[in-house]
């Protein structure tokens, strides 16, 4: 396990795969809106599906490469992205769907090369600030049927989206609330192992410390993105990253590892944290 803030080191790396021997001039051509549509890869055809170092994540090789996770759900997209479906003698038809780096700040992460993740096949994840469910849907092919996201979103319009996509991913527990206040959700949520946050908002540390207080395991795990402008868009990014992973050390989240995600969005960090709160403190 490392133990280091690590300094951005994939600024001009746009789409490279790290986890698999693809060179850079097999980048694939992202785009926002062209993720439409559908590739079928029968025997003999130029489509191989590789594992990325990343448990449970993929990497499509073919004219280009692509980030892909399995999908939990054949034949269904969740946002118009991609499907790849690969058939051979052993295991019959397997689908995967393509994971947009420029639509989720969890892909563009690993794109850039960060270390850990700490969410894998199994894992149970507290995902706060789901949106409509984009990222959350790989993060559930991810963690597979036998892990579990509690996915928290406040806004009844996105939440709309989020139930309709946990109606048939079965290991996402939608929640409509505000995770400013965790308690509202002790019912439904059980000890995670990651807490994964991206609610863009200026208290975003407290969001994150107070759920890990209720919900997250001694020495479990935080992935957080930051937009430096949602917290201070007086101040240069690198300042605000630098207060943020201050006001996490409070929170008992010791910062391990910090990556900006350029190329795929401008001022954004991503910092991974480990939890070790002090067992005789109380907090709230
Ligand atoms: C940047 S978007 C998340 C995008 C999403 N993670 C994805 O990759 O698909 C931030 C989301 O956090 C939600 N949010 C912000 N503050 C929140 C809070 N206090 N509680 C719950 N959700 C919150 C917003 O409504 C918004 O949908």
């Not at 790290?18 to 029968?42: E, I, L």
């Not at 395991?217 to 993105?225: C, D, F, L, N, Q």
């Not at 709160?277 to 109380?282: A, L, S, V, Y």
Request: glycine content about 8%; aromatic content about 8%; charged content about 25%.
């Amino acid at each position: 396990m490392s133990r280091f803030i690590r300094p951005n080191r994939s600024r001009g790396q746009r789409g490279a795969i790290r986890g698999s021997s693809q060179s850079r001039s097999a980048v694939p051509k992202w785009g926002r809106g062209t993720d439409k549509g559908r590739f079928n890869a029968k025997g003999g055809s130029k489509i191989l599906i590789e594992p990325h170092r990343h448990p449970g994540i993929y990497i499509a090789k073919s004219k280009e490469d692509l980030l892909v996770t399995k999908n939990m759900v054949t034949g269904e997209s969740v946002y118009g992205e991609k499907r790849i479906t690969i058939e051979d003698n052993l295991d019959g038809k397997t689908e995967y769907r393509v994971w947009n780096p420029f639509r989720s700040k969890l892909a563009a992460a690993i794109l850039g090369g960060i270390d850990r993740i700490h969410i894998a096949p199994g894992s149970k994840v507290l995902y706060l600030g789901a949106a409509s469910g984009t990222t959350v849907s790989h993060v559930s092919d991810i963690v597979g049927p036998n892990g579990l996201v509690f996915a928290v979103e406040f806004s009844q319009r996105s939440g709309r989206d989020l139930l309709n996509v946990a109606k048939k991913r079965t290991n996402i527990i939608p929640i409509i609330e505000d995770a400013r206040h965790p308690q509202k959700y002790r019912m439904i949520v059980s000890m995670v192992d990651t807490i994964f946050a991206d609610v863009a908002q200026p208290d975003q540390a407290r969001i994150v410390g107070i759920n890990a207080h209720y919900y997250l395991k001694h020495r479990g795990y935080v992935v957080i993105s930051i937009k430096a402008n949602c917290i201070d868009s007086t101040a240069q990014p690198e300042a605000v990253f630098a207060e943020e992973l201050m006001k996490l050390q409070r929170e008992m989240i010791r910062p391990q590892e910090q990556l900006t995600l350029e190329p795929y969005e401008r001022d954004h960090a991503v910092v991974v944290g480990i939890y070790r709160p002090d067992r005789k403190q109380k907090y709230d």
